[in-house]
């Protein structure tokens, strides 16, 4: 048996790979939406409309801090 008999063939992508590029995609779209979505309340309200959505956020990223230290 040779080296290049027991080595995987890399080349063509994976199912794995298909789902974490998709993943990535969602993620990355769902970011950008996110700020657009920031940027018009600030558009369309001003200065609170800047400010009041990451005041509503911190119970989100606190609730996200407590499952990312229990490992969750």
Do not use: K
Request: charged fraction near 10%; hydrophobic fraction near 55%.
């Amino acid at each position: 048996m040779t080296l290049t008999e027991t080595t995987a063939d890399s080349g063509a992508p994976t199912a794995v790979d298909e789902t974490e590029a998709r993943q990535a995609r969602t993620t990355l779209i769902a970011v950008i939406l996110g700020i657009v979505a920031w940027g018009l309340c600030f558009a369309v309200w001003g200065l609170p409309g800047l400010y009041l959505p990451a005041v509503a956020l911190v119970p989100v990223v606190f609730g996200s801090f407590i499952l990312i230290c229990t490992g969750r």
